[in-house]
């Protein structure tokens, strides 16, 4: 991708990205006047409903920002280009899943159910990208501890737990199985790797052991 075209991809996505927040949607806001009232169940659909709308407007601007972050990154020589293809599969994959979210073919599955397919997806893809970007290196290595304190707000109590459970499993397979080196660990290059540039905390037992125990 030549450096114009990125440049213009990358302000593109900030001019769509500002608008899109200038439109967001409260998540906890007051019940729509249109919403029914008096049946319990009624009002949990229309609750649901409204969160739906409001997971798939910011969904949006996550992929915005994820695009905008992976063109800046590839593009300084912090990451290295051959992430650049699985990185961007992950956020197209995304995007193709929104727009069914948003769409009428959604209507096979409940409201609540939606909701928890959508975060459990979010979480496998936010957790292949933290893998492709730096792993257990990077500051934002608790970023899918935010996927589950949504969940906890939007889902039932046991949704929102299967969520955290798997989740945290899910993180922890990705991180020891780099530290086995049973898959490659990528190296995002603002993190500090010792004089020669070869030391990955990584693969130290005692770090990697530390920061799982802490997510």
Not at 11 to 34: E, F, I
Request: charged content about 15%.
């Amino acid at each position: 991708m030549s450096q114009p075209f990125q440049v213009g991809v990358l302000l593109a996505a900030l001019a769509t990205l500002v608008w899109l927040l200038r439109r967001s949607p409260p998540l906890l806001g007051n019940k729509d006047a249109s919403a029914p009232s008096g049946d319990p169940a009624e009002l949990s659909e229309a609750r649901d409903e409204r969160y739906l709308r409001w997971f798939v407007h910011v969904r949006w601007v996550v992929l915005l920002l994820g695009l905008m972050l992976l063109l800046t990154t590839v593009g300084l020589g912090y990451l290295t280009p051959d992430v650049f293809p699985p990185l961007f599969s992950i956020i197209t994959v995304l995007a193709v899943a929104n727009l069914v979210y948003a769409g009428p073919a959604r209507r096979w599955c409940s409201a609540d159910c939606l909701l928890a397919l959508q975060l459990h997806l979010d979480m496998v893809g936010l957790t292949v990208s933290l893998h492709l970007s730096g792993g257990i290196e990077i500051p934002l290595y608790l970023l899918p501890v935010v996927n589950v304190v949504l969940g906890g707000i939007v889902l039932s109590r046991r949704q929102a737990f299967w969520l955290a459970l798997n989740g945290g499993l899910l993180c922890a397979l990705m991180v020891w199985a780099e530290w086995a080196r049973l898959i490659p660990h990528y190296t995002l290059r603002l993190v500090p790797h010792g004089p020669s540039g070869e030391v990955h905390v990584a693969y130290d037992t005692w770090f990697v052991g530390a920061r799982t125990l802490l997510q």
